[in-house]
């Protein structure tokens, strides 16, 4: 912390260290205070035997009202000390309850994840200091599961459809986004085409999975298809399947999972596409088309190129998104017929399989597999306010 | 190479008539400006040359060929935009290549012409540079460049200078004249800028309103106004303009302003004999005024007075806001003439200089 600098002139060693101890002091009080605070209230009002309206206002105004008051405080009690140390402290006053509240609930349980990840289903003892008393309990495995994590089938299952998943998902999000958002662009009914194409952004994965339940629907073959997507191929002479679980193709009836989260995504990348289509300015085309391009060649070497940030910035979204993907494939099959995913198997093996050990080695790899797609998104990200 | 023609162009946006009845020859190697104030149709002119707007009815030639349905690319133009439209994710270099690489021009044919623009344009060390890293004169330059590797049959500038700051404008302008005589090029300019107008061209269109009003030589326009749009469009300060009747009297013809009478010189007398007695409106140029004692040589003087009512010193010019009794109007006045608000000063107007307009048409009386 002490490395950001807003000091107007340099610090003894000694003020710098009490500079650091107030900075987090100040940092650590504010989040506390505040938890003190609304707990007192939310005490207060549980017992209180108001209607319930009043306790919802009051709520309000002591939830937002206690918080603001609070910040306000404590940037008055900063702006008691001399210059300097306003420009030291008072930054922390308002970044510093955030990074210790990110702290608490990100980065503290990422390392206890990690930390039971060391274990076996019996897990970690129950203080982290006994381990220096009583020595590792005969529960520790050491790297073990993240071996077993590479070896089991299952795994090697999860990590294969994932690659599909980040493969297939987002290069046909961001191919059907930018086709239907150029078109869109040239089209008269470009405000319904994008609204429609847009709307399933508003279902829930779970509600999209229950939905393509219904389109993947499979009867009897002497009863008539009530699914689109049966009655059309038995319309066309072919045999009716549960698709998802039609393991014959295996693993490409992963595809039909795919599908829906293409489905969901197009629109989300279709509106970045067309936002990013209209930044382009009309010189350019015309100075393109002047210079001798062709409509195909103005598309590809002058628009794909200008929008070359925005779609990078939706690939690697959506990659995040395949990458967690959980919600569709435990609606749809559950995981089986060869469909388990990552996130799948984290929560099977954490709550059903009762092995968060396992569990947490799996959540561990799955957060060092976003990290980079998630770093280079955020470059891109800046880059793109940069530009 | 070419000459450039238009032939009873219309341009149509829906309702709106843009550009109406256009008819101009423009030679071939000639720097011909369109120049007029902003929603003349300057821009759509050139626009309908390049191919990026329909021509709604009429004709326009390059060379003896008729261009309506050639698409931009085979019409043999390039144009400098007025914002450069450099490709942002391409180099300088590779912004003047690309007309050629789509063209299929050979490697070394694209690497020789670029670098010899570079060279011209003194783009030589940039050209690994992204636009992002030019200034603007320098992306200027690149936009030039671009268009001149290409060694179109016709050159298009759409305002190339008018986002530049006024000292870069005024060497810019030299360099693009200069272009122009080493090119040996038609080139054909849009400017609302009267100074670019009449410094770089050979002839300039003065459009208004979607018409085309006078074509000619800039010296031609300013001495020679076909209407008063142009006699008030070139020129600056603007010409002024007297409502005044042409009186007859003892075999002498004269302006009548109201305020003041002049005396119309015998020379220039045949044209007006039609209109004696009538209404028409009297122009005079700011710097065809003089304060008496200061006035200039071999003029035709014409004495009349008027009441000093702005003074405005410019440093190498003074403007001054003169009130006749019921008409305000400008003079560009020698600058040691010492004055102050409120004098009564007595004027010479220059009446070889003269100009008269027919009051309905507004048509010049020739």
């Known amino acids: 912390m002490q490395n950001i600098d807003t000091t107007p002139q340099e610090l003894s060693t000694g003020a710098k260290i009490v500079a650091a101890v107030v900075r987090i002091a100040v940092a650590i009080a504010i989040p506390l205070l505040a938890f003190g605070v609304l707990y007192a209230g939310f005490l207060f009002l549980r017992d209180s035997e108001a209607p319930k309206w009043l306790v919802v206002i009051v709520a309000v105004i002591w939830g937002v009202g206690g918080v603001a008051l609070l910040y306000w405080v404590f940037n008055w009690l900063v702006e008691q000390l001399p210059d300097n140390w306003i420009a030291i402290l008072q930054p922390f006053v308002f970044v510093g309850p955030a990074l210790f509240i990110l702290t608490w609930f990100l980065a503290l349980p990422t390392i206890r994840s990690f930390w039971i990840s060391l274990f076996d289903r019996a897990g970690p003892p129950d203080s982290f200091f006994s381990i220096f008393t009583d020595g590792m309990p005969a529960s520790f495995v050491g790297l073990a599961n993240y071996k077993a994590i590479f070896t089991e089938r299952l795994m090697r299952e999860a990590f294969r459809n994932n690659i599909l998943w980040i493969v297939f998902g987002s290069t046909f999000s961001v191919i059907f986004g930018l086709i239907v958002a150029v078109l869109a662009d040239r089209s008269r009914w470009e405000r319904v085409a994008k609204s429609l194409v847009f709307l399933p952004m508003a279902i829930s994965f779970v509600g999209a999975g229950v939905i393509w339940n219904f389109m993947y629907e499979v009867r009897p073959p002497n009863i008539p298809q009530i699914g689109l997507v049966n009655a059309i191929v038995v319309a066309l002479g072919g045999e009716a399947h549960s698709w998802p679980a039609y393991t014959a193709i295996s693993p490409w009836n992963n595809l039909f999972l795919i599908v829906i989260v293409i489905w969901l995504q197009v629109g989300f990348s279709m509106v970045l596409f067309s936002a990013a289509l209209k930044g382009i300015p009309e010189e350019l085309m015309e100075a393109g088309r002047i210079d001798g391009a062709k409509e195909s060649q103005i598309f590809f070497r002058i628009m794909i190129p200008y929008i070359r940030g925005t779609i990078i910035t939706v690939w690697t979204t959506i990659v995040i998104f395949t990458l967690k993907i959980f919600d569709v494939v435990w609606v749809m099959t559950g995981g089986q017929f060869g469909t388990e995913v990552i996130a799948t198997q984290f929560y099977r093996q954490s709550f059903v399989a009762r092995n968060p050990g396992y569990g947490s080695a799996i959540a561990i790899i799955l957060l060092v597999a976003v990290i980079p797609v998630m770093i280079y998104n955020l470059r891109q990200f800046r880059e793109q306010e940069a530009f | ?366």
């Open chain 2, 1 to 366: 190479m070419a000459s450039v023609t238009y032939k009873n162009v219309y341009k149509r946006f829906g309702d709106v008539e843009v550009i109406k009845n256009m008819n101009l020859d423009i030679a071939d190697k000639e720097f011909m400006v369109f120049v007029g104030p902003s929603g003349c149709g300057k821009s759509t002119n050139l626009r309908l040359l390049a191919g990026l707007e329909e021509i709604s009815e009429g004709e326009i030639y390059i060379g003896d060929r008729v261009v309506n349905d050639v698409p931009p690319k085979d019409r043999d133009i390039a144009m400098v935009f007025q914002s450069y439209a450099l490709y942002p994710h391409m180099s300088v270099y590779d912004n003047m290549a690309f007309g050629l690489k789509l063209r299929k021009t050979p490697k070394d044919e694209i690497d020789k012409r670029v670098k010899e623009a570079g060279e011209i344009l003194g783009l030589a060390n940039l050209l690994d540079r992204k636009p992002k890293a030019l200034s603007g004169g320098q992306r200027q330059r690149v936009a030039v460049g671009r268009a001149i590797v290409r060694d179109p049959a016709v050159f298009l500038m759409d305002e190339p200078l008018s986002n530049l700051d006024a000292k870069l404008r005024v060497s810019a302008r030299a360099s693009i004249s200069k272009l122009h005589r080493d090119l040996e090029t038609t080139f054909i300019y849009v400017t609302h800028d009267q100074v670019e107008a009449m410094t770089m061209g050979d002839r300039i269109a003065v459009l208004e309103d979607g018409y085309l009003r006078q074509v000619d030589s800039p010296r031609n326009l300013y001495n020679l106004p076909a209407n008063m749009f142009v006699a008030g469009f070139i020129g600056s300060p603007s010409m002024n303009f007297f409502d005044a009747t042409l009186v007859g009297e003892e075999g002498n013809l004269y302006v009548d302003t109201g305020d003041f009478r002049m005396k119309v010189p015998e020379a220039r007398r045949a044209p007006y004999e039609a209109y004696v007695g009538k209404q028409v409106i009297f122009g005079l140029r700011p710097e065809h005024i003089y304060q008496a004692e200061f006035a200039a040589p071999n003029i035709v003087p014409a004495p009349f007075e008027a009441m000093v009512e702005v003074v405005e010193l410019l440093g190498h010019e003074l403007h001054l806001y003169l009130n006749s009794g019921s008409k305000s109007f400008v003079a560009t006045i020698d600058i040691r003439v010492q004055t102050h608000v409120g004098e009564r000063m007595s004027l010479v107007g220059d009446m070889n200089n003269m100009h008269l307009f027919d009051k309905d048409t507004e048509e010049a009386i020739r």
